[in-house]
């Protein structure tokens, strides 16, 4: 396993534990041979390549880093402009080297190895001889992961300037005619992680953000699946973009049926300019095969994100139970009426109290105030330290909101300097929720956000931190960056962004940070490397979020998905759910509440309690857990999904009816991932009544479901296996 080099034939076979892929050099353009279940490997190889008809030229060969303009007129991984105008590179292969485990990328988010023994990375050097561009193309493969991590480098190595007008960080070409179909999640505010599936034919097929952030609308994800690919069986081919800004991913699908795939930064309205001896480093692209559906290439990305993505203290440990006061009071509030929500969470065994927005500056609606990062003694007459003391008095944690990124016009920091935001000179400034985006690509305005920020967590005991992110950019210049740069703006807002969050959280490892932008507007792997876990989605409706939580896992753990009870009428939807219902959807991802306990009745305190009290018994298998879906919202009345620990031993079964069924025919529930060799102790939700099931029997035939005439009906099945002669 790692990678296998045929320097007779210039073929390079990459393989991990269940996976090959392989390249080869031909007349020196790097070309795509296979990727997919592992094969062994028989010298020679080169039998495997497709070969092209001369007469085609790169029209027809299947290319790992494909250019423009010389013969191949599909989608270019690049382009670069020379000093004279023109557009025309041929990058040509010149050696390569391979490196045990995974550098890490400068300035850039990346998945990484705790052992070099884990992965071993491939670097492939090409030549453009004319304009001496040079790309360095990283091929990294994980020894027990089917997964391959790509990015390219590319370097000035002549003595003039190259302006870079498209720099994607993979592209994959398919030989062959062959049936596509696409996965990849779209949506909108408040509908985030919708799974769209369709087939692909002739012609470009294409998601992107063009809002500096990777966007509600679409999830820097894709899948290329066969049209007879399910949860359980068939191929996928997964593409997660590391990064956090605009991007573009997409199939092209040729005269001949061949399909190529790109993923990266969104080239529209980018340029980067490199100066003699100055590089650009890609976002890294994380792509997962599985053989066996998309349930296989889901669990992948999790147990690979999980442990290889996401860093820090909180990586491994378990995740509070947290209320927040944001639906419960928005702006209107003040330190005793937080201490006495917080109080009644100590009663219901709640770990963390989260205040939100609005305890800043003059914050008493959303129209000002951002960027002044100041307590509001008004709301809060002893301070943050004071509220936070108190609270922690009652054994709860204390968390505070922040939207850093942001500037209102009516706001102290904006009379003081109203160039700190993203604008062109004489042009109108767009606000989104009364507010500005800050320019980040300026590193007074980042070092003003930490000290900020940093003279807070110096006085204030503050354990977790919800950082959002409210409005995608708009007037995207900056008044620090020269004309021939203004087109590096958004990236560059993006690398600051990325240097902040490093500071901050390598400066304050203790907290728990939490990604948030309007929700799951900026829910990407990027982010994840900074902060563990996201605010999926402003839309708190537990039928709404069947659908939103089940997309996301798609890609992202369960460990990422932060999911909480809010009260009834839903404050999106207006909808009436059970409490029990509520509970069961949101104890499917990071628990919390918002809404005020104080309003509970003693029945529902009650509830809540036992919701509490069997989260913190179950958290650890559902957020470390592997995630089995088995059914999916997005195709009728129920959903199902459990989870299951590593050795097979337990699992956590979750049911869902949205609507009652009249005159309901007998059901079942079949399972998944578990040992068919086991028996298994079988009790529902806390119950202590059990029942015995083989797991062949629960996979095969079913686990029986009673039928409750009832709306909104949910319930959970715990599983543990007993001990037999194997053990």
Known sequence: ??????SQTGLFHLQSSGMSYILQIVDGYPAHVYWGSKLKHREPMEGLLIHTPEKAGLDRLPQEYPQYGSGDFRNPAYQVELEDGTRITELKYEGYRIIKG?????????????DEAEADTLELELRDAYSGLKVVLLY??????????????????GDRKLRLRRALSASVDYSGEREWEIVYLSGAWAREGNMTRRPLARGETRIDSKRGMSSHQFNPFAALVAPDTTEFSGEAYGFSLVYSGGFEAGAEVDSFGSARFSIGVNSFDFAWLLSPGESFQTPEAVMVYSGQGLGDMSRTYHRLYRTRLCRGRYRDEERPILVNNWEATYFNFNADKLVEIAEEGAKLGIELFVLDDGWFGKRDSDNSSLGDWIEDRRKLPGGLADVAQRINKLGLKFGLWFEPEMISPDSELYRRHPDWCLHVPGRRRSEARWQLVLDYTRKEVRDYIYDSLAAIFASVPVSYVKWDMNRALTEIGSAVLPPERQSETAHRYVLGLYELLERITAGFPHILFESCSSGGGRFDPGMLYYMPQTWTSDNTDAVERLKIQYGTSLVYPVSAIGAHVSAVPNHQVGRMTPLEFRGDVAMSGNFGYELDLTKFTDEEKETVKRQVAAYKQIRGLVQKGDLYRLKSPFEGNESAWMFVSEDKETALVYYFQVMAVPNAPRRSLRLAGLDPDLEYEVRSGTSEAASIHGGDRLMQVGLPLAYRQKDYESGWFRLQALKTNKD
Not at 1 to 6: K, L, P, Q, R
Not at 102 to 113: E, F, R, S
Not at 140 to 155: D, P, Q
């Open 102 to 114: 995974k550098p890490a990328l400068t300035g850039l988010p990346a998945v990484y190895t705790e």
């Open 140 to 157: 990294t493969v994980f020894a027990e992961r089917n997964v391959i991590v790509r990015s390219a480098r590319l370097i000035n190595e």
């Open 1 to 6: 396993m790692g990678v296998i080099v045929e």
